[in-house]
C-alpha cells in the first residue's frame, strides 16, 4: 500500500504540488542537513493540515513527516503571469491504494485558500532553493568585504564608499530575501544597488582603459640615471593592479545583486538577461585578449626601455629582472583573482536553474508546526523535465510501514 498523497492540480492535470505522508522513521535516514523552519516555510502548515495525514496530527500525534514537491517551472510561469492557485487549481488525493479521488479526503479544504495562492508557494519553493546557498552567498558578501579591506588604502575614496555602502546593503537585505521575505523595499534595493555598480563598472574599466593606453607614453626623462624609471613603473604597477582589483569587487557586490534577484519570484527573462550581461562584460574586460593581456603587453615593454649611459649593463638587467619578477607576482595574483570571479559566475547557472526546477523537501511536524525540514534533490527523469511530477521521489518499498510498527513508533513518541 502506498503512501497518501494530496495533490494540487491544474485544469490541464498537471501537478503544481505533491504533498505525501511518508513513515517517521525516513527523515532520520535521508543524508543532508536538518534546517529549522523559517516564516515561509511555516506557512506550509496549512497546505499539511488540509491532507488527511494533517488532522490526525492535529489529534495529538506528536511527530509527522510529509515529503512537499513544488513544480517550479508550472508555479513561475503562473506567477509570473499574475494568475493564483485558489480558482484555478484544484486538490486531488491519493489514499494509498493507488487510486486518485478528487477531494474525496480532504479533511480542511477551507485551508487551501490560505495556503494555495501563487505568491505563498513561490515564497515557500524559493526560500528552499535560497536555504542551499545560503552559506554560499552569506560567504560572498563577507568576501566582498575582505576584499575591500585588503586594498582599502589605495582604492579612491568616492569609489570605495559605493562599493562599501553597495555591499552593506546586500548584506541587510540578504536576510529577509533568503528567509522568505519578499517586499517590494527589498526588491527595490536589489535594483537600486545593481544599477549603481553597473555605474561604477563604466567607471572604473574607463580610468583602468585609459592608464594601461597612458603607459606608452611615459618617458624617462633621466639622462645620466635610471632609478627614477623604475619606481615611476612600480607605481603604475601598483595603482593598475587596484584598478582591477576596484573593477572585480564591482562585478562581485554586481553579481551578489543579481544572485539575490534569482530568489525573488517572477521576472525570468529578466534574470537571464542579467547573468547573460554580466558574464559579457566579465568576459570582455579579462578575456585573453582584453585589459589585462593589454596591460602586461605595455608595461614589459616599459620595462624593456629602462636604460642610462652611467649604470653598467648587468645592473640594468638586475633591474629589469626584479622588475619583471613584480610583474609576474603581480599578474599571477591577478590572474588567480580573476579565476575566482569567473567560477563564481560560472555559479550562476545553477541559481537558475534551482530558482525554475522543481523543488522537493521533507517536512517534520510536531502537532501543527513545521519544526525541521531537509532538501531533497529532485527526481532527474525525462518525465520531470516535461514537468510531470510524481508525488514522491521515494521508491515503494521506503514507503511502506505496517501497521504493527506505526503503532510502535507512535507509542515510543
Known amino acids: 500500500?502506498?503512501?497518501?498523497?494530496?495533490?494540487i492540480q491544474n485544469v490541464e492535470g498537471e501537478n503544481a504540488i505533491a504533498v505525501t505522508e511518508l513513515p517517521m522513521t525516513l527523515f532520520d535516514k535521508v543524508s543532508g542537513n536538518s534546517h529549522k523552519p523559517t516564516k515561509a516555510i511555516s506557512r506550509l502548515n496549512a497546505l499539511l493540515q488540509a491532507g488527511p495525514a494533517g488532522a490526525i496530527a492535529a489529534q495529538g500525534v506528536p511527530e509527522t513527516v510529509f515529503?512537499?514537491?513544488?513544480n517550479g517551472p508550472l508555479l513561475n510561469a503562473k506567477d509570473s503571469a499574475g494568475s493564483v492557485i485558489e480558482g484555478t487549481y484544484r486538490a486531488m488525493t491519493n489514499g494509498g491504494s493507488g487510486g486518485i479521488k478528487e477531494h474525496g479526503l480532504l479533511t480542511r479544504p477551507e485551508s487551501l485558500s490560505n495556503a494555495m495562492n501563487a505568491a505563498a508557494v513561490w515564497q515557500v519553493a524559493s526560500v528552499v532553493v535560497a536555504q542551499k546557498h545560503l552559506a554560499d552567498i552569506?560567504?560572498?558578501?563577507?568576501?566582498?568585504?575582505?576584499?575591500?579591506?585588503?586594498?582599502?588604502?589605495?582604492v579612491d575614496a568616492q569609489r570605495r564608499g559605493a562599493l562599501m555602502g553597495a555591499m552593506d546593503m546586500l548584506k541587510e537585505v540578504s536576510v529577509p530575501i533568503l528567509q522568505g521575505e519578499h517586499t517590494p523595499h527589498n526588491r527595490q534595493t536589489l535594483e537600486d544597488q545593481y544599477q549603481k555598480m553597473v555605474d561604477?563598472?563604466?567607471?572604473?574599466?574607463?580610468?583602468?582603459?585609459?592608464?594601461?593606453?597612458?603607459?606608452?607614453?611615459?618617458?624617462?626623462?633621466q639622462t645620466f640615471g635610471a632609478s627614477d624609471f623604475p619606481e615611476k613603473i612600480r607605481e603604475e604597477l601598483g595603482a593598475i593592479d587596484t584598478l582591477f582589483q576596484e573593477a572585480l569587487l564591482c562585478s562581485r557586490v554586481r553579481f551578489q545583486a543579481w544572485s539575490l534577484l534569482t530568489v525573488l519570484p517572477g521576472e525570468t527573462l529578466l534574470k537571464r538577461e542579467r547573468y547573460q550581461t554580466i558574464q559579457q562584460d566579465f568576459d570582455q574586460a579579462f578575456s585573453p585578449h582584453g585589459l589585462r593581456s593589454v596591460f602586461e603587453q605595455n608595461i614589459t615593454n616599459l620595462i624593456m626601455r629602462i636604460d642610462s649611459k652611467?649604470?653598467?649593463?648587468?645592473t640594468l638587467a638586475n633591474i629589469r629582472t626584479d622588475l619583471i619578477n613584480e610583474l609576474r607576482s603581480t599578474l599571477s595574483n591577478l590572474d588567480h583573482d580573476l579565476q575566482t570571479e569567473r567560477s563564481?559566475?560560472?555559479?550562476?547557472?545553477?541559481?537558475?536553474?534551482?530558482?525554475?526546477?522543481?523543488m522537493r523537501v521533507l517536512v517534520k511536524t510536531q502537532g501543527n508546526q513545521v519544526i525541521a525540514f531537509k532538501h531533497l534533490p529532485p527526481n532527474a527523469t525525462p518525465e520531470l523535465l516535461e514537468h510531470v511530477m510524481q508525488p514522491s521521489v521515494f521508491?515503494?518499498?521506503?514507503?511502506?510501514?505496517p501497521?504493527?510498527?506505526?503503532?510502535?513508533?507512535?507509542?515510543?513518541?
Open 1 to 7: 500500500m502506498q503512501s497518501p498523497s494530496l495533490i
Open 67 to 70: 515529503e512537499v514537491a513544488i
Open 138 to 154: 552569506s560567504q560572498k558578501l563577507d568576501g566582498i568585504k575582505t576584499t575591500i579591506n585588503r586594498v582599502e588604502g589605495k
Open 200 to 221: 561604477k563598472r563604466r567607471e572604473i574599466h574607463q580610468i583602468l582603459k585609459d592608464r594601461i593606453q597612458a603607459l606608452l607614453d611615459i618617458q624617462d626623462t
Open 310 to 314: 652611467v649604470i653598467f649593463k648587468s
Open 344 to 358: 563564481i559566475i560560472a555559479h550562476g547557472e545553477t541559481l537558475l536553474s534551482d530558482a525554475t526546477q522543481p
Open 395 to 401: 521508491p515503494a518499498h521506503l514507503l511502506q510501514t
Open 403 to 413: 501497521p504493527d510498527q506505526a503503532a510502535i513508533e507512535r507509542r515510543e513518541k
